[in-house]
């Protein structure tokens, strides 16, 4: 039925009972029965929809409480995760600077800190920019130190910072000799071993009493480092296709993935 024709229907109904209840008095116990037909299933039907809204509103106050203590908490999670990794940071940063007292204590060398403060692209640190320089007393070709033992050589230097050339760079050539035996080999450079944590051992004589484990340090025959110093363990030793001499991998001392401090020594090898 058309909304229009109900609501005069019920407006009809609506005057009738109103003229019947001042016309005749003996009609209202019919009235009231009517009216209670009428009026109470609505009533009832209105109450209900006011509780449907009532619950409704409740619910929706109790989301927005929910939403707003998800907030809160979302908001102090990452303060925490701030917080852990502001504390890792110094935790690393820590252990670096501890293992570098040690190591100055391991060295009688004369030596300065500095900071790393730039690095080439990628995960290693092959070259890396500190900041240090010539106003501090840093000169091309100082030997650097980090962790156990050596990284690099100082390349390049300006007035406040310098340019450091590590060990596991494709270009980098250092003068070692087993520390137990003395015999003398070259460790060369190899970005695409270090992944395997790993650089070259190269030009060992065939004859040397050398083996897997043994500890390699810069030679005393090195024109440009400092003789002593630990590079790190070789390992898998082979004779080469020369029939002369033998080869391997030397596994360096040194994380080149995560350098934040460096001790510069501020002596340069005699030649």
Sequence with gaps: MPVKYLLLILSSICILLCILSFTDI??????????????????????????????KADNLEKLKEVMAENELLREQNSALMEENSRIALERTELEQLRQL????????????????????????????????????????????LSGTGLVGIVTSVSEHSAIVRSIIDDSSNVSAEFSITSDICNV????????????HVEDILKDAKVDNGYTLVTSHISTKYLPGILIGYVSDITIDANNLTKSGYVTPVVDFEHLTYVLVITELKQH
């Excluded at 009517?34 to 609505?42: A, E, Q, V």
């Excluded at 060369?188 to 650089?199: A, F, P, R, V």
């Design 26 to 55: 003996s009609a209202a116990p019919y009235l009231k029965d009517i009216t209670g037909y009428i009026l109470i299933p609505s009533q009832q039907g209105l109450n209900r929809i006011g509780e449907w809204f009532s619950d």
């Design 101 to 144: 007292y040690k190591l100055d204590e391991t060295y009688d060398y004369p030596k300065i800190m500095a900071k790393v403060i730039g690095k080439d692209p990628g995960n290693w640190f092959q070259i890396f920019q500190i900041d240090k320089g010539s106003a501090d007393g840093i000169t091309v070709d100082m030997n650097v």
């Design 188 to 199: 060369k450079g190899d970005l695409s071993l270090i992944n395997e944590g790993k650089i």
